[in-house]
């Protein structure tokens, strides 16, 4: 055996080891991609189902957000409604309760004073004037102005 023979034999059997080295890896990367192919198919039939359940649950999520929407909507048009109503309320009622009640407060002062002078009407035609002005007092001091049911519907209708 000759020097190039032997280098011939020596590349012979490099060339065949690495084929058989080549070979086990295209073998366990044939492996692989079987087990990756198997994979990606059951991911596939699980994603496709819940990706569906995903659509259901966002269509009903927007459902309920509608619904929230004309609740929200009915509940501040109720609050605008009541404050409408408690601001005529206060408007019609606190101007004549103000009114009764310095009425009332200056009566007090009043009898409080002829108490304290003790000069008290005596004769009938006296007590009837001091009552008639009393009486005249507190109709005007409690006559409705456009009457309540007239201010609520001005309020109700905005």
Known sequence: MSVGELAGLLVAVGWAVLVTLLAVVLVRLSKVLREATVLVGAVTEQAVPLLHEASA????????LVRVDDITANVQDAAANANALSSTVAATL??????????????????????????????????????????????????????????VRRAVKG
Do not use: D, M
């Open 57 to 64: 649950a966002v269509r009903s999520a927007q459902e309920q």
């Open 94 to 151: 606190g101007g004549p309760l103000v009114k009764v009640a310095a009425f009332s407060y200056g009566v007090r002062k009043a009898v409080g004073r002829q108490q304290a002078s003790l000069t008290l009407p005596q004769q009938g035609s006296e007590r009837e004037a001091l009552a008639r002005l009393i009486r005249a007092e507190v109709r005007a001091a409690t006559a409705p102005k456009g009457g309540l049911l007239a201010r």
